[in-house]
Structure formats: structure tokens, C-alpha cells
């Protein structure tokens, strides 16, 4: 299979992007992998930590980024990710009388994670592993390759600059996904280089800057 990398031809970009990590899950209390759409749309919502999560974490990230600039929120479908986009919106709002709106998108949903969804989280070190060493294992397993996340989410990223100008963008997901994106950013050869980039904490607002 050939995956497309969308930002590899794009040199500048007429946006700030943010990856915004979801706050602690349901299912990261449980200690559950939840890839499943069927399931993560529905269920595994935050924890009320999870929720206080994202609230103290947008209030640290406006005071360190003031800006005069508009708001846009793309957020994953799935429950965690809305409820974090949520939160995000309405602590934005707080700022003037305009609640930036929640466009969902399915290209940031979380990585499929195959026979390993719904499964102890303990076995993400295996699926990390088989992608530095042994990526055909993950896709007999039918982890969804790194490479297809990369082209669904840079997807995002162009067709997010051909409409937008000027603008803060935060990308509400999941952290495989916003890491996988991020190597296209770094420019990092491979994106299975993943977890070479520092670990993307829970209701993490991370820039991601295009090197």
C-alpha cells in the first residue's frame, strides 16, 4: 500500500495549529485500549479529572499564548474528543461573546489498534515496538498502519489551509494520532518515528510547528 504524506510539498503555513490531546478517559481509568468508532463515539467519555483536565489546561494555555486572533476547533468524533473540544470552546468563549463552534472530523478519530482494541492499555508497548520493528506483525494484527494515519490527518492539515487564513487551529484528538501528524511536521522520514517525539500528556495543547 502507498500512503500520501499531505504537508511533504507544503513549505509555510497560513495557520497556527495546536494538537489538543483528549482529558483522562473512562477508558484510561479502566486501563482499556478504545479504537473501536462503534464504541468510542458512544462511550469512554471523560473521568471528572479528565474534565478539570482540560479546563486548568486551557486557562494555563491562554495565559501563555494571548491572542487577538480567531479560535477554530477540529475535534475527533469520538466521545472523548467532543467533550474535550467541548470544554475547550466554552473556556474560549469566556474570552468574548463568540463560542467558537466544534467541527467534527473523522480524520482525527483515534488509531485503529486491531486485535488489541478493548484490551489492556499495557499492550500499546507492543503495537510501538512492531512499528520501529516489526510493522507487517501490526498489520496482520490489523493495527492500522502508521502511514494511513499520517494521510488522513496531513489530509486534514491542507485542505484546513486552503480554507483558512491567519487563524488559530486546535486539532481535538487522540495521542497516536496527534504524534503520527506531528511527524510530519518534524519531517521525520518515517511515521513509525512516533514515539521518538517527547510523550504527549492527557489534555496536552501541543504546537505543531512545520519544520
Known sequence: MTFINHLSDIVNLRNKYFGVRHGESEANVAHL??????????????????RLQVIEN???FLQNNPSNKS???????????????????????NLNDDKPTVQ????????????????????????????????MKNLNDKVEPTESVQERTTSLIKELEEKYEDQIIFLVSHGDAIQILQTAFERLSNANHQRHLKHLERAEFRPLVLK
Open 33 to 50: 485500549i478504545s479504537s473501536n468508532p462503534q464504541i468510542g463515539i458512544e462511550s469512554h467519555g471523560l473521568s471528572p479529572y479528565g
Open 71 to 93: 479560535y477554530i476547533i477540529i475535534a475527533s468524533d469520538f466521545r472523548r474528543a467532543r467533550e474535550t473540544a467541548d470544554i475547550l470552546a466554552l473556556n474560549l468563549s
Open 104 to 135: 467534527l472530523d473523522k480524520r482525527l478519530r483515534e488509531r485503529f489498534f486491531g486485535i488489541y482494541d478493548g484490551t489492556s492499555d499495557e499492550n500499546y508497548n507492543i503495537i510501538w515496538k512492531n512499528d520501529e520493528d516489526n510493522p
Open 58 to 60: 486551557t486557562k494555563l
